[in-house]
């Protein structure tokens, strides 16, 4: 069953050069993702972990028997692994880190275990640029989020046709297909499913170009 | 000691030293990437090498200068430091060395007494990991192992946090103000009870077999 392809939503196929161009503007999007991601990293994060040495310093040079100012300048430091923690929440929501540095192997396996969702993940090393890797990523998040309490156990493997990124989900039900198009299409992706039968659990399937 | 530094971030590496110094250790060298690390160490000999994981040369140039470093001084400790503490550079790290080796997150080395504990454990051999990341791996324990743990008591799930910090019986005595004998117990009990077998005598095999333990799932590829 074909969810959706380059058809344009009145009817009529969209002319090829609207469609490449609507296509770039998304992959430019998931690039913008990206370095905001990074800018997080190498800029307040890092000016934020500085201070914690600077309050360490503080700390060493403070008197011994200032009891209640070492423990004052100790709580400062949680409160800033704290803050760290919130960014590092908001970086991942951005453009997981691991998915930029390690690829969609490493970034999957993370956020199974972080949703606790028993599933198997297949995947290759290679690389297929940072929208490609950034929509697999979050239509397999969605696919996760959107999933019954106590699940089945899932599969996901990723690998490579040609200059198409190829993503099977397997065992999370047909109707979160909308989610993983949702996140293909912008970028001239297409998304199958192939329905659950006696031999196996429903799966979809996306082909997202990439690089 | 005798303490390299590698970090691209001058801000927190200027921090660094500067706690360092504090500290009493004695900074040999300190570099903005990993390739001038390695030249410098070349001359200076050093403890301890703490190493940013993200930076020069691209992308995880922590990692690939550990290596470099591990095969040309195999007694020289390895403290690498990141923003994040995530398990699959724990595993890439043990990859690289299961002894005289830590990780752990850049804003929580930031007293003096840490800091130096940190660079003492990892002087003594000890695998050092980050508490957030021990932590954040004994909680995250699915299925039939998130059963096993969690029919752990308060004390033998504070003690298996602590093993996987990487900590000796020592340590987690002195973490818990137990006797090391009670520590010793309270490790064979859990060892039983996640059905591990392993030297428990040997460090390095003793963590690696927790880690496993927490990390491995049913249906991983």
Known sequence: ?211 | MRVALAEDGALFREGLLMLLRAAGHQVVCSAAGGDELVALLATAPADVAILDIRMPPEPDGGLITAERLRAAHPDLGLLFLSHYAESHYLMRILEIGTESIGYRLKEKVGSVEVLTDTLNRIGNGEIVIEPVLAKRLVERTRGDKKDVVSALSDREQEVLRLMAEGRSNNGIAGQLYITPKAVEKHVANIFVKLGLHTDTAAHHRRVLAVLTYLRSQRNES
Request: with cysteine; glycine share 8%.
């Open chain 1, 1 to 211: 069953m074909m969810v959706s392809g380059f058809g344009h939503p009145n009817g009529g196929v969209m002319d090829e050069s609207v469609a490449g161009m609507c296509r770039r503007k998304h992959q430019d999007q998931w690039l913008r993702r990206r370095l905001l991601q990074r800018q997080l990293h190498d800029g307040a994060a890092l000016r934020i972990s500085a201070l914690t040495l600077r309050l360490g310093l503080l700390q060493h040079h403070a008197a011994p028997t200032e009891h209640a100012l070492q423990d004052y300048i100790g709580e400062l430091q949680d409160e800033l692994h704290a803050v760290l923690e919130e960014l590092r929440d908001v970086a991942a929501k951005i453009y997981p880190p691991l998915l930029d540095e390690a690829g969609l192997g490493p970034a999957l396996r993370e956020l199974a275990a972080e949703l606790r969702v028993p599933v198997a993940i297949v995947t290759c090393d290679d690389r297929f640029g940072p929208a490609a890797e950034g929509a697999a990523y979050f239509a397999v998040m969605r696919c996760f989020a959107a999933r019954p309490a106590e699940p089945k156990p899932a599969k996901v493997v990723v690998r490579r046709e040609n200059d198409a990124l190829m993503l099977s989900i397997v065992g999370v039900g047909a109707a979160h297909a909308e989610l993983v198009d949702d996140e293909a299409k912008p970028l001239g992706g297409t998304v199958e499913v192939e329905p659950e039968t006696p031999l196996g659990a429903s799966t979809i399937i996306a082909r997202i170009p990439c690089e």
